[in-house]
């Protein structure tokens, strides 16, 4: 069952990607360069993610 809380987390999470990458669009970083932060961003909510759940 998924919880209210991390499904909100994760509308923010996307919110804030899709802000972050518009930002980024705007100070001409090249798409593999925001493609690289993207993943860097991903790694860390991951890491995130785990740390938070290990600590329920």
Excluded: V
Excluded at 2 to 26: A, G, S, V, W, Y
Aim: glycine share 0%; aromatic share 4%; charged share 40%.
């Amino acid at each position: 069952m998924d919880n209210p809380k991390n499904d909100q987390l994760k509308r923010d999470i996307e919110e804030m990607r899709i802000d972050l990458e518009t930002q980024l669009k705007r100070r001409k970083f090249s798409n593999l360069k925001i493609i690289e932060i993207s993943q860097n961003l991903d790694d860390l909510i991951a890491e995130y993610m785990i740390k938070t759940n290990k600590t329920k």
